[in-house]
């Protein structure tokens, strides 16, 4: 999908989601910061077949990335960034805070299923098999070849500090394109910060989410729901 000149997003879809399927959507920026595609959050792990047939749909392939951002160490967000960099000898940005758990060679999530139903209309079993497939998942550890702090300058976009869902996720802003990752969703309508159960610190996603919607924007490009456009 052509979001605007220079800006596309490569929606891919995870089913089977606590009784639903959730989307994903990987945006891809041209003229990245050392040359080539920009390309922001790569998907859950075996998702990779999919990304590539995706730039190839907009003429490109994989070795075209030339930078690779990671909003936050969540495996649906950094799970094939690593095959990529390979791939394609793109530099990996995050946040220095993210950098341990990107690292290791495996995530797992310690959740409970009262926390997931007071959200979500899910079954015992649905939550059980949810969260046993996201647990077993192989992860292949990431190597950051730039630790950002928040401030700096990708391109023609700025890097945001907007911390809550994790301790070190960030979103890019240029003015007119907000990228939000995680830190805002809208599914089904609805605009809302992201799961609690899935948050480092709730409150300071709220606030970040806040934030990021008091912002001027044309486009705001959540990972998970509907982009919202604001003209």
Same mark, same amino acid.
């Given at each position: ?18 009784? +639903?399927? /959730? ?5 891809? %920026? *041209? &003229? !990245? ?6 390309? #922001?959050? +790569?998907? /859950? ?5 999919? %990304? *590539? &047939? !995706? ?6 392939? #994989? ?20 095959? #990529? ?147």
């Amino acid at each position: 999908m052509l979001l605007t000149k220079g800006v596309r997003i490569i929606e891919l879809f995870e089913p089977n989601f606590f009784g +639903t399927v /959730l989307n994903h959507n990987i945006t891809v %920026i *041209e &003229n !990245g910061p050392s040359g080539g595609l920009m390309i #922001i959050d +790569t998907g /859950l792990p075996g998702y990779l077949n999919m %990304i *590539e &047939n !995706g730039l190839k749909s907009f003429g490109y392939s #994989i070795e075209d990335i030339s930078d690779i951002v990671i909003t936050h160490y969540h495996i649906d967000h950094s799970g094939n960034a690593e095959e #990529i960099r390979k791939l394609s000898k793109a530099k990996v940005y995050a946040h220095e805070l993210e950098v341990p758990y990107l690292s290791k060679n495996e995530q797992s999530f310690n959740l409970f299923y009262e926390d997931v139903k007071n959200e979500l209309k899910v079954s015992k079993e649905e939550f059980e098999s949810t969260l046993k497939r996201i647990n077993s998942m192989e992860f292949t550890p990431v190597n950051v070849d730039v630790k950002l702090k928040g401030g700096e300058e990708l391109g023609d976009f700025k890097v945001l500090h907007v911390p809550g869902h994790t301790q070190g996720h960030i979103a890019l802003y240029n003015g007119e394109i907000l990228i939000v990752g995680d830190a805002v969703k809208n599914v089904r309508g609805v605009i809302s910060p992201p799961f609690r159960f899935f948050c480092w610190d709730y409150v300071k996603a709220v606030n970040s989410f806040k934030l990021l919607l008091s912002m001027r924007f044309k486009y705001l490009i959540p990972f998970h729901g509907d982009i919202v456009f604001n003209f």
